[in-house]
């Protein structure tokens, strides 16, 4: 601890207590003037809870099973091959029988391409498709349900002060006694 001269204490001890005893009288004169006020305490009549709805969403998930229809893969070996070829055969007899001299051979590898490509598209739609395969899988199905709950916001408390009831609204239960500020004035005439 540490000691301080008698006369530097004196000095700046005097000046700090004249000035808080000052401060805090103004303030409360300036807060109200003319007016006088106390603290006191009154008798809490009835406290009623106040309840609130709200509204908290929920997330609810649940596992579905599922069925869908699969169609096996189909191998480059089912695809009409014969189809193609015999498409291209024939036209490239055709583009053949049509050019002379060199447009002949234009003609015929025209021919055997369009042939080809007529060929494949004949034989895609003469193949039958296996029957699809019902399959199932599980999958998760979730979603946003409401969730409707009563909370406590508060309290309507009723309480009795020199005779007379006074209604507040206050966050907590107050028990069986509040504080009051209690202010006094002059009547006017």
Partial sequence: MRAYPSTLTGKLLV?????????????????HPGQAGFQDTARVVASTPIYESVNQPRRECWNERVIYESRGAE???ERGVGATILGGVVGGVLGNSIGKGDGRKAATAAGVALGAIVGDRYGDERRAYPPAEPRSRIEQQCRMVDNWTRALSGYDVTYRYQGREYTTFMAYDPGDSVRVNVSVSLAER
């Fill in 15 to 31: 000046p700090a207590l004249t000035l808080a005893l000052f401060g805090s009288a103004s303030s409360l004169a300036n807060d």
């Fill in 75 to 77: 191998r480059a070996s």
